[in-house]
C-alpha cells in the first residue's frame, strides 16, 4: 500500500456502498464500514487466503482456535499477536 492504494495487481482496494472493501485475486479478505466518526465494524474478515487462520464477521472473530465474540476494545494495545 502506498497512499491508501495498492501496490499489487491482485489487491484491490475500494469503496462500495460506503463500505470499505479489500480483494486478493477476486477474494474479499475484508469489509469494513464506519460506524462513527471515530469507529468501524468489520462486516468479513477472511485472511486464509494469504496463509493466516484468521477469519470472522461481525459477531465473531476466529483466530486459529480460539473464537471472541462480544468483545471491545478501545486506546490501542494488542489483542491477538501472531510470531514468526
Given amino acids: 500500500m502506498e497512499g491508501s492504494i495498492s501496490r499489487h495487481p491482485a489487491v484491490k482496494v475500494y469503496e462500495e456502498d460506503d463500505v470499505l472493501k479489500v ?6 479478505v475484508l469489509s469494513v464500514r464506519a460506524t462513527a466518526e471515530n469507529s468501524a465494524e468489520v462486516d468479513e474478515l477472511d485472511l486464509r487466503p494469504l ?15 480460539s ?16 510470531s514468526g
Avoid at 480483494?23 to 474479499?28: D, E, L, N, Q
Avoid at 496463509?51 to 482456535?65: E, F, K, V
Fill in 23 to 28: 480483494s486478493v485475486s477476486g477474494t474479499t
Fill in 51 to 65: 496463509g493466516l487462520n484468521l477469519h470472522g464477521d461481525s459477531s465473531t472473530l476466529m483466530a486459529g482456535n
Fill in 67 to 82: 473464537k471472541f465474540s462480544g468483545n471491545s476494545m478501545s486506546g490501542g494495545g494488542i489483542l491477538i499477536g501472531f
